[in-house]
C-alpha cells in the first residue's frame, strides 16, 4: 500500500514540469546589462551601462516578456551615475538604490522606488537612507 501511495505521488511530480523562456536583454546602449528582478508578468529589471565608454549605469525595467527598449525601459537614477533596479511588484513599482550627485569626496546613495510603470522621479520616488555614512 505505500509503495503504490509512493508510486503515485511520484507519477504526479513527474507531470508537474515547468517551463522557460529565456530572452536576451540587449543593453540601453553599452557594453553590459545586469537582471535583478522578475515579475509574474514576465517585466525584468537589473542595471545597464548606458553607452560604450559610459561609466554611467541606469536602472532599467522591460516590458512584459521583451528585451531592452532604450527609449522606453531606462528608468533613469537619482542623480548620480549609477541606479539599480532590484525588485519589481506585479503593479510595475520598481525599488533599488541610486548615488545622488557626488558632493565633495562623498557619494551618498539612496533608496527609490517608482510609481507603477514609471521612470524614476526623484522629487517623489527617493526614500533616503537609513542613518548610514552614505546619506
Not at 516578456?65 to 525601459?73: F, L, T, V
Amino acid at each position: 500500500m505505500v509503495c503504490l501511495l509512493v508510486a503515485g505521488l511520484l507519477g504526479s511530480a513527474a507531470q508537474a514540469v515547468v517551463q522557460y523562456t529565456l530572452t536576451d536583454l540587449g543593453t540601453l546602449g553599452g557594453a553590459y546589462t545586469l537582471g535583478f528582478g522578475l515579475n509574474n508578468s514576465g517585466q525584468a529589471v537589473g542595471y545597464s551601462s548606458t553607452g560604450q565608454y559610459s561609466l554611467n549605469q541606469d536602472a532599467f525595467r522591460t516590458a512584459p516578456n521583451r528585451s531592452i527598449n532604450p527609449s522606453m525601459d531606462d528608468l533613469g537614477r537619482l542623480g548620480g551615475t549609477l541606479g539599480v533596479a532590484y525588485g519589481i511588484n506585479s503593479s510595475g513599482q520598481v525599488t533599488g538604490f541610486s548615488e545622488l550627485a557626488q558632493s565633495g569626496n562623498h557619494v551618498p546613495e539612496h533608496a527609490f522606488r517608482t510609481s507603477p510603470n514609471c521612470a524614476i522621479v526623484p522629487a517623489i520616488d527617493d526614500l533616503g537612507a537609513l542613518g548610514s555614512d552614505y546619506s
